[in-house]
């Protein structure tokens, strides 16, 4: 059973418009929250992180949002860009129970953002 | 070179054949992984080294083999290999994992494995 769903395959956005990626998660010993973003033929690259003991983290046009009760995080990207245009896989990790290398994958959901 | 590197980028092998792939990282990390991406599937970890040390093998069939010599190097020996092996086999590094930790990781690009 899946422990970190992206249940939104793809997404397409406007240019200059608000990009909301969605993802859930299941096991509640997962403390450390992790945003990557990967274009084809290249490998995932880290874009932002959040602890659980934070409800919002913000690096430039990127901010991440963590709802530990309902066990859901979200990227919000403003404003998008053509060239924020790739699969975006959300991951989390246990820093206690559980082995601290185990990033858990989502399957990514693909952003399209048009001009 | 910069990062994580890995090589080959792209490999074509029989079921038969052995081969390895190799991953380099130039940040200076001491935790190395290797995952693997089926289509439509999320990346799978298979094996993580901390300070040249194995602490986590996923159940992965004995015929990925990996070795890690330091902490900057880190190989996936393959041999007999069967076509749903068939993936992108990406290496990543992070800093090492301890009780501050964990850390983001970073990725190489990966290397394209068809098993024919």
């Known amino acids: 059973d899946q422990q970190v769903k992206q249940n939104s395959p793809s997404l397409s956005v406007q240019e200059g418009r608000i990009s909301i990626l969605n993802c859930d998660y299941t096991?509640?010993?997962?403390?450390?929250f992790l945003w990557y973003k990967k274009y084809p033929a290249e490998g995932p690259t880290f874009l932002i992180s959040?602890?659980?003991?934070?409800d919002k983290n913000e690096d430039g046009r990127f901010t991440v949002f963590l709802n530990k009760s309902a066990k859901h995080l979200s990227l919000h990207i403003v404003p998008s860009q053509p060239g924020d245009s790739a699969v975006y896989f959300c991951?989390?990790?246990?820093?206690?129970?559980?082995?601290?290398?185990?990033?858990?994958f989502g399957k990514g959901t693909k952003l399209s953002v048009k001009p | 070179e910069t990062g994580v590197t890995q090589t080959p980028r792209h490999l074509v092998m029989g079921m038969t054949n052995k081969k390895s792939l190799k991953c380099e990282q130039h940040?200076?990390?001491?935790?190395m992984y290797w995952y693997k991406q089926s289509a439509k599937k999320p990346l799978e970890l298979m094996f993580v080294?901390?300070?040249?040390?194995?602490?986590e093998n996923n159940s992965v069939p004995s015929r990925f083999s990996p070795e890690c010599p330091n902490s900057s190097h880190l190989f996936l020996h393959l041999h007999t290999l069967q076509p749903e092996d068939s993936a992108l086999y990406l290496c990543?590094?992070?800093?090492?994992?301890?009780?501050?930790?964990?850390?983001?990781?970073?990725f190489g690009p990966g290397t394209r494995l068809t098993v024919t």
């Open positions: 959040i602890s659980s003991i934070k």
């Open positions: 990543a590094s992070s800093h090492a994992l301890n009780d501050r930790g964990p850390y983001e990781q970073y």
């Open positions: 940040l200076g990390h001491n935790a």
């Open positions: 991951a989390a990790s246990a820093r206690y129970g559980g082995s601290q290398g185990n990033l858990i």
């Open positions: 096991n509640s010993m997962f403390d450390y």
């Open positions: 080294y901390n300070f040249k040390e194995q602490t």
